[in-house]
């Protein structure tokens, strides 16, 4: 078995994922390469934070300065799990250097950003990948499979909502290492790149590409202290979005996201309804998901009465996408198993296996979305995509 050494740049929550993803996937799936951490990346005014990282996760060494990481000759695959801002100079050097990629989403500050990312990438012809985990929660990849396999029939709505409420207090402060998210510079927009990122990239692989947008967003607090100079500065990135969609297959959706939903942490369902039946989703049971059969996709003739209604599936038998991979049907598997999903996907491809989506290149449509939502919302009138 060949090893692949993984260079981390970064060490926050989402180095922590990904880390246990390379420790954890050799131990469910059948691979070609075995992941070896060899070494993370972390700022030098955050060592102590880099080196507790370091020794948790099993990393051999550490770098403060990511581009020696990157040009290291014992670095094999660079994953990009920094803040937002960062990503296009790591993505453009890794690709520069020849390193396999992998990018936390959104991967790009703007459209513009990912045109040049996509360029680099293929110009210098190496693997490359997208972290939209939840594409690899098996309830979800079941959600896409019952669509596929016409059992919803024609589609007419498809509805998002990704909520929060973790920044409702007046008293969050802006930036710093943990609140990145709420500066504009440091991570492009709100929750419009933080999470209807995922709802939209989610809806496109699910029901195809949307057409045209229209948006409005809010920045409820205005001002915000700075987590690093303590005084107090202007907000604007959007603290809510929500958006109205038309398809390309004529169906039409509504997205709405909020990180001041009092009450939801991490609160992300999505349904489509269709002529012969729909499908439901909530991350939160992210066990289940909930399928209305109608009619027989076959001969489009309607089921007994006596039997229509609402199934609730537990997603947990060894025939559901990726889990026979895991425990006997009746137990579940958690957030952390969608990034070790994920990489098994990568990793497989890299040997012949089937092509990994999405790469860069397929991200940027959500990148395309993304800024149509914004531009939307700050025009006040219908984009099209």
């Not at 039409?252 to 499908?279: D, H, L, P, Q, V």
Request: net charge negative; with cysteine.
């Amino acid at each position: 078995m060949q090893t692949l050494n993984v260079g981390m740049l970064g060490c926050g929550f989402m180095g922590r994922t990904h880390s246990n993803a390379y420790n954890q996937v050799g131990h469910f799936f059948d691979l070609p390469f075995k992941p070896v951490l060899k070494a993370c990346y972390g700022r030098e005014e955050d060592i102590e934070t880099l080196k507790k990282f370091q020794k948790a996760w099993g990393y051999e060494s550490i770098e403060t300065d990511w581009r020696k990481l990157i040009d290291r000759d014992d670095i094999d695959i660079v994953d990009v799990v920094a803040p937002n801002f960062l990503h296009r100079d790591m993505v453009l050097a890794a690709a520069a250097a020849g390193k396999k990629i992998v990018c936390e989403k959104p991967f790009a500050m703007s459209l513009s950003e990912a045109q040049e990312m996509v360029e680099a990438v293929e110009k210098a012809g190496v693997p490359n990948m997208v972290s939209f985990n939840y594409r690899r929660v098996p309830a979800v990849s079941l959600f896409k499979q019952i669509v596929d396999e016409g059992r919803i029939g024609r589609p007419f709505h498809y509805r998002a909502v990704y909520n929060q409420d973790y920044t409702i207090s007046q008293k969050v402060p802006a930036g710093g290492a943990s609140l990145w998210r709420l500066d504009a510079k440091v991570a492009g927009s709100g929750v419009t790149g933080d999470l209807l990122a995922h709802s939209i990239d989610t809806a496109e692989w699910i029901n195809g590409p949307i057409k045209k947008v229209c948006a409005y967003t809010e920045i409820f607090i205005k001002e915000r202290r700075s987590a690093e100079t303590g005084e107090m500065i202007p907000i604007t990135i959007d603290d809510a979005c929500m958006f109205l969609a038309v398809f390309q297959n004529g169906s039409i959706g509504t997205f709405e996201s909020s990180r001041y939903a009092r009450g939801r942490k991490n609160y992300s369902i999505m349904e489509i309804n269709g002529e012969n039946g729909a499908a439901f989703f909530n991350l939160e049971e992210p066990e289940y998901v909930q399928f209305f059969r109608y009619a027989d996709p076959e001969t489009g003739k309607k089921i007994e009465d006596h039997l229509t209604g609402w199934q609730r599936i537990l997603v947990t038998n060894s025939e559901h996408p990726y889990m026979d991979k895991y425990w006997v049907p009746g137990t579940t598997i958690g957030y952390e198993h969608t990034f070790i999903n994920q990489l098994s996907d990568f990793l497989k491809s890299l040997d012949g296996g089937p092509a990994f989506h999405p790469n860069m290149r397929e991200a940027m449509r959500t990148q395309k979305v993304c800024d149509a939502v914004i531009r939307s919302a700050k025009e006040e009138k219908w984009v099209e995509i």
